[in-house]
């Protein structure tokens, strides 16, 4: 089926596998809120032509997401936003590419809620055409308290093609561990 638009809500602990694989250019809205106390697993995979693809992730009181990404697709635009509304909600994103062509990625995370949690792993090999940017980005306001933050972004550069990461902490309130890696390696003839 070509479904240009998702929308799910997540009522109970749930695992849920998707799996895109287009032999045509496509582009694709995600949108997935996870009530209350629930825990969801999502695990997905991309292959394929071009694809553009939003992903809306919207967390509340006590829920805790863990999303595993694979892509091996021609060429990927994927902009992820996360809204950690609810005390205690907690996001681990693990997201892995193995880049051919132009790939970029905008994550951006929301931290609304005191004693929330975000823990972000971007991780990409780059080979024949490949060109990678990470664009992450974490947000704390002021008075969001107890909050940890993490992101992890490395690329593998088997080319001389040029690769980005841009780790952004834009946090307001002193009550926050933040961290940040990024880590760019290159291995050519």
Do not use: W
């Not at 997401?65 to 091996?72: A, E, G, L, R, T």
């Not at 193995?98 to 931290?111: G, L, Q, S, T, W």
């Amino acid at each position: 089926l070509n479904i240009y638009a998702l929308n799910i809500k997540i009522l109970n602990d749930t695992d849920l596998e998707l799996e895109y694989s287009n032999d045509s250019d496509k582009k694709i809205e995600v949108i997935i809120d996870v009530i209350d106390n629930v825990r969801f697993n999502l695990y997905e995979k991309k292959s394929g032509c071009k694809l553009k693809v939003q992903y809306v992730y919207n967390l509340n009181k006590y829920s805790s997401v863990n999303i595993y990404k694979f892509n091996d697709i021609n060429e990927v635009n994927e902009a992820n936003v996360a809204n950690l509304n609810g005390e205690y909600a907690n996001l681990n994103m693990f997201m892995k590419t193995i880049a051919k062509n132009v790939e970029k990625y905008d994550v951006r995370i929301y931290h609304n809620a005191s004693f929330s949690k975000s823990n972000i792993k971007n991780y990409g090999v780059v080979i024949q055409n490949g060109v990678v940017t990470f664009n992450v980005s974490s947000f704390v306001l002021n008075n969001i308290i107890d909050c940890d933050v993490n992101q992890d972004n490395r690329i593998i550069n088997f080319t001389n093609n040029k690769c980005t990461i841009n780790p952004n902490l834009f946090i307001e309130e002193n009550d926050v561990v933040a961290n940040h890696s990024a880590y760019i390696r290159t291995f050519t003839d």
